[in-house]
């Protein structure tokens, strides 16, 4: 296939907001390709190629003096070929390869290919082509159910391999796809409410536990075999040895865990969230420890667990890893839920997280079985921009442009933010100058006063409320904005909506998401 197929394909998406002609489109896509370009073509429609990260930024790309192709000439499979050797080149002599590698890649291209070449590369690609529109075209063009499709893709972490089990195999092919022990699963998600007592409202019967300001993990073993993934599904097992050794000493042989992990001070309190992902982050083991807490558990012993309500899961994470399981009570009653979540704040964790004890894990959705309440307003929002400091901050990026997801495009471009404020409050100097080399290096363009970045950077803020707004387009600002901490672990596709912002309007309607 040529990737100018795709380009054309992806103009007609962005040209509509109907999600049925987006469907359309994508499903007609999908059905002319062979079995070797459904992964590559998933990766580029997603802007997540399946190489990772191509190491290179927006001003590289943007200033090829080169002349582009007049017509369509380049194919899907030259594309990912490129890609692949563009993550090889290494050592010495590797800028002047890499210069040589994408100035032939946009000489074959066309100039409006180019164009839709690095927004790809840089992953600033947003048209509306999201994960739940594209499932939905895969199961449109293979001609299968599409909760099977969005089934598979959940349990096995893996839209393109997905994409292509459902394209190329049978419906059984598809129906086979389950859980692997080793191969990360999407993790479920949690809506908000405002009280306790709202929760329990919706939950019914729960088990109310400790939401803790750490790092999501999720922990495989197998046999002798462990290992740990990020809520990304990024492998980090090589940086959480003491996590591989608790769990290789558990009393089971296979088993997939969900849970958090936190560093602790010495008297056991919890650190801030920035010492436990700078502990995370690390490549090597450093004197701050991460212990584990678990609270879910997928698979056991040649069990898969996720079609089985949460009070027969909790069994079984008693019964393999009781020392390891996150504070908790089970309880339907709203004055033991409070004390619960009152104790919660006193050892200095965020809230509670209430669960009903009926609900199956929903891998890779967000529902009403899990509801998270927190004291204070937070939101994970994205960065859209930052402008240059001035005063003591000259020569920092400093105000930093934060923007709500709008998947439905309401409010602008379908799949993409919209605006809801700036702040440069809560920047300690060490984060400013993490900023300022983090966004120089994403940079895909300019805003008044700085620059406009790759829109893959969450940031956590806490608010005081919202307010109207005519300035933005979604109708909604951010009152007294202040950064609690940057969410590294966190991707894009997870952060909060416009739709949870203005839910806090007077007159809103219960949030939604968090």
């Given at each position: 296939m040529l990737f100018g197929d795709i380009?054309?394909?992806?103009?007609?998406?962005?040209?509509?907001?109907?999600r049925l002609a987006k469907v359309d489109a994508l499903a007609s896509l999908l059905r002319g390709l062979e079995p070797d370009e459904v992964e590559p073509v998933v990766g580029f429609l997603t802007a997540a190629p399946r190489q990772g990260r191509l190491g290179v930024g927006y001003k590289t790309l943007s200033n090829r003096a080169v002349v582009h192709a007049a017509a369509s000439t380049l194919t899907v499979a030259e594309v990912d070929d490129a890609f692949s050797r563009?993550?090889?080149?290494?050592?010495?002599?590797?800028?002047?390869?890499?210069?040589?590698?994408?100035?032939?890649?946009?000489?074959?291209?066309?100039?409006?290919?180019?164009?839709?070449?690095?927004?790809?590369?840089?992953?600033?690609?947003?048209?509306?082509?999201?994960?739940?529109?594209?499932?939905?075209?895969?199961?449109?063009?293979?001609?299968?159910?599409?909760?099977?499709?969005?089934?598979?893709?959940?349990?096995?972490?893996?839209?393109?391999?997905?994409?292509?089990?459902?394209?190329?195999?049978?419906?059984?092919?598809?129906?086979?796809?389950?859980?692997?022990?080793?191969?990360?699963?999407?993790?479920?998600?949690?809506?908000?409410?405002?009280?306790?007592?709202?929760?329990?409202?919706?939950?019914?019967?729960?088990?109310?536990?400790?939401?803790?300001?750490g790092a999501r993990v999720q922990v495989h073993r197998h046999g002798d075999e462990v290992r740990v993934f990020t809520r990304t599904l990024a492998d980090v097992t090589h940086r959480v040895p003491e996590i591989v050794e608790i769990v290789r000493g558990l009393p089971v042989t296979d088993v997939i865990f969900d849970g958090e992990t936190l560093s602790l001070d010495d008297d056991g309190a919890p650190?801030?969230?920035?010492?436990?992902?700078?502990?995370?982050?690390?490549?090597?083991?450093?004197?701050?420890?991460?212990?584990?807490?678990?609270?879910?558990?997928?698979?056991?012993?040649?069990?898969?667990?996720?079609?089985?309500?949460l009070h027969a899961r909790l069994d079984e994470l008693e019964r393999v890893a009781a020392?390891?399981?996150?504070?908790?009570?089970?309880?339907?009653?709203?004055?033991?839920?409070?004390?619960?979540?009152?104790?919660?704040?006193a050892a200095g964790h965020e809230g509670v997280m209430v669960k009903g004890l009926d609900a199956t894990y929903t891998a890779g959705r967000?529902?009403?079985?899990?509801?998270?309440?927190?004291?204070?307003?937070?939101?994970?929002?994205?960065?859209?921009?930052?402008?240059?400091?001035?005063?003591?901050?000259a020569g920092w990026y400093s105000n930093l442009h934060l923007g709500a997801r709008d998947p439905?495009?309401?409010?602008?471009?379908?799949?993409?933010?919209?605006?809801?404020?700036?702040?440069?409050?809560?920047?300690?100097?060490?984060?400013?100058?993490?900023?300022?080399?983090?966004?120089?290096?994403r940079e895909t363009g300019e805003v008044p006063g700085g620059i406009r970045v790759v829109p893959d950077t969450v940031v956590e803020i806490a608010i005081d409320g919202v307010q109207r707004s005519v300035r933005y387009p979604g109708g909604v600002a951010l009152r007294f904005a202040r950064v609690k901490t940057y969410r590294s672990d966190k991707p894009a596709a997870q952060a909060d909506t416009i739709d949870t912002l203005r839910a806090l309007l007077p007159g809103g309607c219960a949030a939604a998401e968090g």
């Open positions: 380009e054309t394909t992806l103009a007609a998406v962005t040209g509509t907001r109907s563009l993550v090889g080149i290494g050592g010495n002599g590797s800028a002047a390869q890499r210069a040589a590698l994408l100035d032939d890649l946009a000489e074959r291209s066309t100039a409006g290919e180019w164009h839709l070449l690095i927004r790809i590369m840089t992953g600033e690609l947003r048209t509306g082509a999201l994960e739940g529109v594209l499932l939905d075209a895969v199961a449109r063009a293979a001609e299968r159910d599409a909760a099977a499709v969005r089934r598979a893709a959940m349990l096995s972490g893996d839209l393109g391999q997905t994409a292509r089990v459902a394209l190329t195999g049978t419906a059984d092919d598809l129906a086979a796809v389950g859980l692997i022990v080793g191969r990360g699963v999407q993790p479920m998600l949690a809506s908000t409410a405002a009280t306790v007592a709202e929760a329990l409202g919706v939950a019914g019967r729960a088990s109310v536990e400790y939401k803790l300001d650190r801030p969230f920035q010492d436990t992902m700078a502990r995370f982050g690390a490549e090597t083991a450093r004197e701050i420890a991460l212990r584990p807490w678990f609270f879910d558990i997928l698979h056991v012993d040649g069990r898969d667990l996720v079609d089985e309500p020392p390891w399981r996150i504070p908790a009570v089970i309880t339907d009653d709203d004055a033991v839920a409070d004390d619960f979540a009152r104790a919660a704040l967000r529902g009403k079985s899990w509801l998270k309440v927190k004291p204070v307003h937070t939101f994970d929002l994205v960065v859209l921009g930052v402008e240059r400091g001035s005063g003591r901050r439905d495009g309401l409010f602008g471009e379908p799949g993409g933010f919209v605006m809801v404020g700036k702040t440069f409050k809560g920047l300690t100097d060490e984060l400013l100058a993490w900023q300022t080399t983090h966004f120089a290096e």
